[in-house]
C-alpha cells in the first residue's frame, strides 16, 4: 500500500529528494532538486546512505568505522547543502542513515509524507547510468512517487532554464 502524500493538506509542502552517493553527477541532481523546490515553493532533502560494512569482527573497529562514516556522511552532507544554498537560496533538510540504499530511500519516503519526488542524476560513463539510477531502474525498485532522473551534462543554465 502506497502512504498518501499530504503536499496538499494544510501546512505541509512539496519535498523533493535528493540522495548523496559521492558521484559526481550528485551535484547535479543536489542543483535540480534545489531550484526546483525554491521554483514550486516546495522543500529539500538530502540522504546520504552508509552502506552497510563487513567490519563486525571486532567491535572497537567497527565503532570506530562507523563513527568515520557518519562523520563523512555529515561532512559530505554540509558540502551538498552549502550548494543549495550557493546555487538556489535553499536550505536543506540533512539525513543520514544506514543500510541499503534502496531501502533506506523507500523508509524515508514512508516516513516523510511530503516527498513527493525523488530526483536523482545519471552518469555519464559508457557502464551505464550509475550505481544508484541502476538499483532504483531494478525490478524490485519501483517507488510510490515520480523520480527525475536529471542528465549528468546539463549545465547550472540549462538546469535553471528547466526548473
Known sequence: MVTKRLIKEAGHRRKFLAVIDETPECERAVVYAARRAIGTGGGLILLYVIEPGDFQHWLGVEQVMRAESIENAEASLSKYAALARDKAGMEAETVVREGV???????????????????????????????????????????????????????????????
Open 101 to 163: 540504499a534502496v531501502e533506506q530511500i523507500h523508509a524515508l519516503i514512508e516516513e516523510d509524507q511530503d516527498i513527493a519526488i525523488l530526483v536523482l542524476a545519471s552518469g555519464a560513463a559508457k557502464e551505464g547510468p550509475g550505481p544508484l539510477v541502476s538499483s532504483v531502474a531494478g525490478r524490485n525498485a519501483a517507488f510510490p512517487i515520480p523520480v527525475t532522473v536529471v542528465p549528468y551534462n546539463l549545465s547550472d543554465e540549462d538546469i535553471e532554464s528547466l526548473s
